[in-house]
Each structure stands twice: as structure tokens, then as C-alpha cells.
């Protein structure tokens, strides 16, 4: 049993969950994940992680609360057990000095995007993030966002906070005044596809940490396969960082969708026994 | 002799196919008490067994048939467990025809005695009646760790623990029993089984960390750190084999590895009781004709699809167990032969709707012996489908491998060991699928005996115990 350490909530729909799991805290570099099993009966999924503590063995998470079991992990108190978690899981992101690195987001994808930054900023990166989001009520997270990096862009959907418009065209603009050397893109398919294109026109370099369906996460079902530059490859473990020229954003974002009656079914009976 | 033998082994009673086919529960049912009293009489007990040397850990056989015949089970039991701590699995899966019943002198003129049932009935005979070994071992203050918890790092665990090491198994997944509890079906090999004969071993002192990828959470070498002496690696061949055609990653298209492991070990069958989802669709066709192909169309049938199997030899030459392949044929399933999938074909959503074969034929030996494939020129046609399963085969688990390159493997990606198991690493040693390939669970548990053995020897050879 891993124990739920603390939970507090970010946002209508996103919390932030802390986790006595020591020997992924121990391990776990930015950009890896972790693979979680609730209990007894439930799935295996993939998650990041926002922050790590080595010496007490905490790993923190950001959920957003989409389906049967993201809820039910949000709903988690103190002192509860976690029956299952794996990792660290995949490579670690690539950090080294690539001059100015632009991180974009959305919402949740904060979380995941926070260690990576925080270390592309250690190993001499100028390092502005771009977060996106619906509006003002889901943008969090930024005070720790500022801390580690050169600058933070907010765009929301409806202006409430920041510009107006989604994070890629703060991203356009962005590029229309300054030079960048690698766009990292995490958060939903189509905003990376979008990111990854507008780093190739710019002559930049693309990374995208691609959100593919998982199951063992350790390379042995072949359920997160992904084509990058025309080959399979297996998101988990050859990933799930990959050249944003190179991956077929439309096959992953079909692949995301194989099973979208299952998890309506799922959530309704989730949500009539509650 | 003057004894009348039987000519005919004792028939195990099965579920009926009309019924199994709409349950997940076992189909052989096993022996009751008379039946096995029946079969173990039709034994010789032969001065020179020669079905001892056909079971690759050497049960002695004719001595647990007799201890039968006097009704002497937990005799019985012990005697099997010498040689093997896994005889509920074995005597449920093992390929007898091929081992040891295969040797039996009955089977010159008459049918062989049915070994694996009676190892099977003495098995579960005991398991009922919780019959538990109390072995007081002798701690030597050593330990050794054990990576992977299928048949071969279960075994020698059990026998490690019995030398009196203490010892821990590290596993990836979250079930302990390797492709006993996520390969291997339900209602060929009861989960409750394997859960029962991994609590024996348990018993003796073993224990298993779950959770613990070896190479990512922990690393070969922070195992020596933590203060194991020794390591044995039994990490199986897991890594799913894919066809490389083009349509491959539509959805709906899984490998035999996703499938079983959906079905088997998170219980999707039972969703949405259990929460993994899992595409069974009307139509579904399995490529392959092996034990993996045949286990995915039973448990596709049991779920409700029209199944067909695809292979591109005849029936003859499918590597399955020719029992399986007869259960599945009763089950409805439809074996397509000489025929090969060359691309698969989605709708507008990205979900597989047709599979475009090919024709074959048989042509030369290979080096295998069996006939060569071959395509018929201009024989395409489709077939519609809504599911495919891709069971063509596993190569060994590569992540240990990738993240260890002290560790000298073959270009096959199995790991190089000497004679006595060792690797290329001091101290660390390997057996089962990762170094032979897939094979049986009783290689497997043969390998993980004799690695038992050579472990105890080398840590005695270098002054640790
Ligand atoms: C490497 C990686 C890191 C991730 N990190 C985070 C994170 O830090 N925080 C977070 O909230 N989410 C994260 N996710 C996504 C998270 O795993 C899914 O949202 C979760 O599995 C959904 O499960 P559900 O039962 O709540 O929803 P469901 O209703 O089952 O699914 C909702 C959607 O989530 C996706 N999904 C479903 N099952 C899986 C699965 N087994 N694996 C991956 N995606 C799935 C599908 O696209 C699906 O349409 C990450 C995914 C990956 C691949
Ligand atoms: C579907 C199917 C049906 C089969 N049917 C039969 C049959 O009827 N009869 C028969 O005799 N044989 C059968 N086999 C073959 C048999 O199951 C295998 O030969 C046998 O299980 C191999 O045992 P093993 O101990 O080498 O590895 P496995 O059983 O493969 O176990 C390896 C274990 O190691 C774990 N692992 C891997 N890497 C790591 C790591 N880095 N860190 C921690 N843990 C790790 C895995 O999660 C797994 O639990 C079948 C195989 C399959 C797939
Ligand atoms: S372990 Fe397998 S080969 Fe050996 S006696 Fe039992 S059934 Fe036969
Ligand atoms: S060879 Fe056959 S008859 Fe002889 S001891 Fe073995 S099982 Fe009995
Ligand atoms: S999740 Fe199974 S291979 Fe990646």
C-alpha cells in the first residue's frame, strides 16, 4: 500500500496529490512517469509527476479528474492506500543546454511540465512557459511556475486571465519577437501537433510527451504503440519524449480514443454507485 | 508380468463445450479418488522408469503412483515436491505428450499412463485439505534476490529458501506468477491455483516485492549494494512480436501479450465489475498457431465473438499442443490455413474493419524441418473482422537488458549463460525464457532448480557461506 500523504484541490476538477511512494521518489528523473492501480479491480494508469522529495520518499501529482479512476484517485483522503505504483517508468528527458527552450502547456499538463523546466533552467536554459487554459480559475500553479523559469505566459480561452486565445498562438506570437532553440509541448494531442509545426516552420526543435493509451507500462503489451518518423514504437519505454517533426499526432489522437464508450460506461456505473 | 493392464487411460471428465464456451471456468475438471486410483493401478512402477527421464526436473514418478495406489497422498505430495514445487501448474500445462508420458513404455502398444492428471489429483488433493509442509530451515544469513516471479524464479527461490537463504523475488507486475497468472488463461490454469502454490513457496521463507522493476526502480547493482550475495535474473520473454504490415497500429488490433494480459490479470472480462476495458467485437480473428494464438480465440470465444485463427501453414505444423487446438476446434473456432494477413484495413474512425491476405503453399524444409511458406501470386482476398489479435510470438524481455550492458546477450536478445547458469556479470545468474527463448513452464522451473543449485555452490566456493 502506498499512502495518500496530502490532497488538496487546484481547480474545479484537478488536485494535487501527494504519495508516500520512496523507491519511485528515490529514482524518478523529470520527465518519467509512474503507473498506478488503485485496488483490487481497478486499471493501471500512467501519471507524472509534479514534484519529488528523495529524503522522505513523497512523489506529488497533478490530476485532472477525467474518467472513472482519476476520480476516484481525486477523491483519495489522507491516510488512504494506493494498492499499486510502478516506476519510474520511460526515458528521462533530455536535459542539456539548448539555449532558449520555450515549455507549452495546458491546465493539468503544469505538473508534468514543472520538473522538466525547473531542470532545462539548472542546465543554463533561458527557459520561458506558456500555459494554457480555459480561464482564470484553471491556472495554477503559476507562483512555483515563475520560480523556475525566465517567464510565464498565460493565455486563457475567454481573456479572464493573461492574453486571449489558446497557448499556441501566444507561442506565434511569442516567436515573432524572439529566437528559440527547442519548443517542449505537453498537454492535449492537437496542442502539441500545433507546437511541434510552429517549431519546425521557426527552425526550432520539437519535443512532445505523448499521452498514449498504457497498460503494463514496462514494454510488454504493445498498447502504447505510436509511429514516429514512420516506425512503431513503443510510447512507454521509448518514450514518452519524442521528436515533435516526426510522430503522427492524428494515429495517436484515434489510438487515444479506442475506447471511449468503455470509459462512458465505466464513469456511470462509477458515479450511480457513489 | 502376470498383471492385466488397461489398455485404455482413465478419461478426465471436461465441462461440455456448449457450456464452456460461456464461462471463464476450468475445463478439465480432474481426477476424483477412484478414477485416480484407476489410472495409477494401470502403472508397471518399472525398475527403470523410463518416464523419469522424459521430465525435464525428474519426478519420481513410478514412487508418487505408487504412494497413490496405497492411498497415501501427502507421501505422494512430497515426493512430487522434491523435484518440483509447482505440480498443480505442471500437471495442468505441461505438453506431457512430449515429455514424460511420451516415454512411457505403456505407449508402445497401449496408451501411456496419464502422468500429469495424477500429478494434477495429487496436487489439488492436497491443496483442499490444506496440507502445509513445516520445514524448519536453518537460516544461513545470506540473501539472495530473484528477479521475476514466473516458474523459473519461483523455483529457485523455493529451492534457495530451502538451503536456508533468505531470499526475495522482485516483480514488475502486481500479481506475482509471470505468464501463470497474465498468460495463461482461466480456464486452463485457475488464478486461485497459482495463488495457492506461490503461498507454499511463500511458506518456506520467500519474499516478494512487487511493484519493482529491475534496471528502473532498482539496478542490478544496488541489489549487491542492499546486500544480496547473489542474484538469479528470470525476467521470461515477453516483448510482443508485431507483423510489420502496413494498418498494424489501427485500433482495435491487439497483440496476443495486451490481449491476455487485459483478459487474465485485470479481468476484463468482468468489466465493468473490473475497470480495464477490452475490445472483443462480433467478428475477431487471431494470426498464429501457437499456445498463445489458441488461448487468445478461447478466450475470445468465451467473450462472446465469432472467432477465426489465421495461420500460414496447415494445422499440421501449428506448434500448439494438439489437444488445444482439438478443445478450440470444439469451442467453434474456424482455422484458416495456408493463408497470411498482408495488411489490415480501418474505417474512417481508425478502426480495423478488414484484413487483406494472401494465400500460401507449402514449399521447401527449413531448417526447422517444417515446410516452407510460400505466397500464391495473385491470391489476395479480405476478410471482415472487428478485433485482431497478433499472436506470432515474444522475444525476450529487453528493459533489464537495455539498462544492464555488462550483460552479454545474443543477437536474439537472450541472455549468454555457462553451463551452470551463470552470466557474464560474477554473481548473477539466469534461466527460463530470457535465456532459452520461449519455451515450457517446466524448463523454466528445471532452469530455476539447477540455478538454485549453482548459486549455493558458487557462494559457498567464494567463502560467503
Ligand atoms: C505518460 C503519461 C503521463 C500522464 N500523466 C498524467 C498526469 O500527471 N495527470 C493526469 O491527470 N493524467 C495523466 N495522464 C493521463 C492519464 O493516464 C489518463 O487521464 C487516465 O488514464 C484516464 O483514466 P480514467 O479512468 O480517469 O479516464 P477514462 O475515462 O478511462 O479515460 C479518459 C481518457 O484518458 C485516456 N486514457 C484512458 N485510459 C488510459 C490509460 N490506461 N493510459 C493512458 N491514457 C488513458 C484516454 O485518452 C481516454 O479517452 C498521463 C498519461 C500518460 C500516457
Ligand atoms: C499465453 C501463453 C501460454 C502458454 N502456455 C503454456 C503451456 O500450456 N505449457 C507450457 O509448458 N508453457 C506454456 N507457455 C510458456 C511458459 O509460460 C513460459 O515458458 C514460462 O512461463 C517461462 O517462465 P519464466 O520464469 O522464464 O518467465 P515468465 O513466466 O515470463 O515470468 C517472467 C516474470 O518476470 C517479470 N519481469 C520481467 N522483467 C522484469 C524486471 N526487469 N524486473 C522485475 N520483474 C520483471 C515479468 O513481469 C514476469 O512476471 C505459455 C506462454 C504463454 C505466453
Ligand atoms: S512435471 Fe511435467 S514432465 Fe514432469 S512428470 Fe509432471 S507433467 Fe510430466
Ligand atoms: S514408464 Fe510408465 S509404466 Fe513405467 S513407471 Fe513410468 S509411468 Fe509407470
Ligand atoms: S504500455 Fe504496454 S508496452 Fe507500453
Same mark, same amino acid.
Given at each position: 500500500m502506498y499512502k495518500v500523504v496530502a490532497n488538496s484541490e487546484l481547480a474545479p476538477g484537478y488536485k494535487l496529490v501527494k504519495i508516500h511512494a520512496p523507491l519511485v521518489a528515490a529514482k524518478i528523473q523529470p520527465g518519467q512517469f509512474f503507473v498506478l492501480r488503485i485496488d483490487e479491480k481497478g486499471e493501471r494508469i500512467p501519471m507524472s509527476i509534479f514534484e519529488f522529495d528523495r529524503k522522505r520518499g513523497y512523489i506529488e501529482t497533478v490530476v485532472h479528474?477525467?474518467?472513472k479512476t482519476t476520480k476516484k484517485l481525486a477523491s483519495l483522503e489522507v491516510g488512504d492506500g494506493i494498492m499499486n505504483i510502478i516506476g519510474p517508468l520511460g526515458k528521462p528527458s533530455e536535459i542539456r543546454r539548448y539555449g532558449h527552450v520555450v515549455c507549452i502547456c495546458r491546465e493539468g499538463t503544469v505538473g508534468a511540465i514543472h520538473p522538466i523546466a525547473r531542470s532545462l533552467k539548472r542546465a543554463g536554459n533561458k527557459v520561458t512557459i506558456i500555459v494554457g487554459a480555459r480561464?482564470?480559475?484553471y491556472v495554477f500553479l503559476l507562483d512555483k511556475l515563475k520560480k523556475i523559469s525566465d517567464e510565464v505566459i498565460v493565455a486563457t480561452d475567454d481573456g479572464s486571465m493573461g492574453r486571449k486565445g489558446y497557448a499556441v498562438s501566444a507561442l506565434r506570437d511569442f516567436l515573432k519577437s524572439n529566437k528559440v532553440d527547442l519548443i517542449l509541448s505537453i498537454g492535449p494531442t492537437l496542442l502539441m501537433k500545433t507546437a511541434s509545426k510552429i517549431a519546425k516552420e521557426h527552425g526550432a526543435k520539437a519535443i512532445s510527451s505523448l499521452g498514449a493509451i498504457m497498460l503494463d507500462g514496462t514494454g510488454m503489451c504493445g498498447a502504447c504503440r505510436v509511429t514516429v518518423g514512420g516506425e512503431t514504437k513503443f510510447a512507454c519505454v521509448h518514450g514518452p519524449e519524442f521528436d515533435g517533426y516526426k510522430v503522427d499526432f492524428d494515429e495517436l489522437k484515434r489510438r487515444q480514443k479506442m475506447y471511449v464508450e468503455e470509459e462512458k460506461i465505466a464513469l456511470k456505473e462509477y458515479e450511480r454507485l457513489l | 508380468m502376470s498383471k492385466k493392464i488397461l489398455p485404455k487411460r482413465v478419461d478426465m471428465p471436461e465441462q461440455r463445450p456448449k457450456e464452456r464456451v460461456k464461462n471463464f471456468e476450468e475445463v478439465a475438471l480432474g481426477y476424483s479418488e477412484t478414477q485416480a486410483l484407476k489410472e495409477a493401478s494401470r502403472c508397471l512402477q518399472?525398475?527403470?522408469? !523410463?518416464? +523419469?527421464? =522424459?521430465?525435464? +526436473? !525428474?519426478?519420481? *514418478?513410478? =514412487?508418487? *503412483?505408487?504412494? *497413490?495406489?496405497?492411498h497415501d497422498f501427502k507421501t505422494a505430495i512430497k515426493i512430487i515436491k522434491k523435484s518440483n514445487y509447482l505440480p498443480a501448474i505442471c500437471g495442468r500445462v505441461c505438453p506431457q505428450e512430449l515429455q514424460c508420458e511420451k516415454n512411457c513404455v505403456l505407449g508402445r502398444k497401449y496408451e501411456p499412463v496419464a502422468i500429469g492428471r495424477l500429478e494434477r489429483f495429487v496436487a489439488d488433493y492436497n491443496r483442499s485439505r490444506e496440507y502445509k509442509v513445516k520445514k524448519k530451515v536453518k537460516l544461513n544469513g545470506k540473501k539472495v534476490a530473484i528477479v521475476g516471479s514466473g516458474p523459473s524464479g519461483l523455483t529457485a527461490a523455493a529451492y534457495l529458501a530451502s538451503y =536456508?537463504?533468505? +531470499?526475495? *523475488?522482485?516483480?514488475?507486475?502486481?500479481?506475482?506468477g509471470g505468464v501463470l497468472v497474465y498468460g495463461i488463461p482461466e480456464f486452463r490454469l485457475p488464478k486461485e491455483i497459482v495463488r495457492k502454490e506461490i503461498e507454499y513457496i511463500k511458506n518456506l521463507g520467500v519474499e516478494i516485492k512487487l511493484d519493482v522493476l529491475v534496471g528502473k526502480t532498482l539496478s542490478l547493482k544496488e541489489l549487491f549494494e542492499m546486500g544480496y550475495s547473489a542474484i538469479f535474473v528470470g525476467t521470461g520473454a515477453g516483448l510482443p512480436k508485431f507483423l510489420n504490415i502496413p494498418g498494424e497500429n489501427l485500433n482495435n488490433i491487439y497483440s496476443g501479450n495486451e490481449f491476455l494480459f487485459r483478459i487474465n490479470l485485470m479481468k476484463s472480462y468482468k468489466f465493468p465489475e473490473y475497470d480495464t476495458p477490452i475490445k472483443i467485437g462480433k467478428k475477431l480473428a487471431v494470426i498464429g498457431g501457437g499456445n498463445v494464438a489458441i488461448d487468445c480465440a478461447r478466450c475470445a470465444v468465451r467473450m462472446g465473438a465469432e472467432v477465426s485463427l489465421i495461420y500460414r501453414r496447415t494445422e499440421k505444423e501449428m506448434p500448439a499442443r494438439s489437444e488445444e487446438i482439438e478443445h478450440a476446434k470444439d469451442e467453434g473456432i474456424k482455422i484458416f490455413e495456408l493463408v497470411s494477413p498482408i495488411k489490415f484495413i480501418g474505417d474512417e474512425k481508425g478502426n480495423v474493419k478488414k484484413i487483406m491476405c494472401v494465400k500460401m503453399k507449402l514449399g521447401e524444409r527449413d531448417i526447422s524441418g517444417r515446410r516452407k511458406p510460400e505466397v500464391i501470386e495473385g491470391s489476395e482476398f479480405t476478410i471482415d473482422i472487428d478485433t485482431v489479435v497478433i499472436a506470432? =510470438?515474444?522475444?525476450?524481455?529487453?528493459?533489464l537488458l537495455e539498462t544492464t550492458p555488462e550483460l552479454r546477450v545474443t543477437n536474439a536478445g537472450t541472455i549468454i549463460v555457462d553451463e551452470n547458469g551463470e552470466t557474464s556479470i560474477r554473481g548473477v545468474f539466469a534461466g527460463g525464457d530470457i535465456v532459452t527463448g520461449t519455451a515450457t513452464v517446466i524448463q523454466a522451473i528445471g532452469a530455476g532448480k539447477k540455478a538454485a543449485y549453482a548459486i549455493h555452490q558458487y557462494l559457498r566456493e567464494v567463502g560467503d557461506v
Open positions: 479528474e477525467v474518467g480561464s482564470k480559475e | 518399472c525398475a527403470k522408469p !523410463r518416464c +523419469v527421464k =522424459g521430465c525435464p +526436473v !525428474r519426478i519420481n *514418478i513410478p =514412487g508418487f *503412483i505408487k504412494c *497413490i495406489l496405497n =536456508g537463504y533468505k +531470499v526475495t *523475488i522482485f516483480e514488475a507486475l502486481h500479481e506475482p506470432i =510470438g515474444q522475444s525476450p524481455n529487453p528493459l
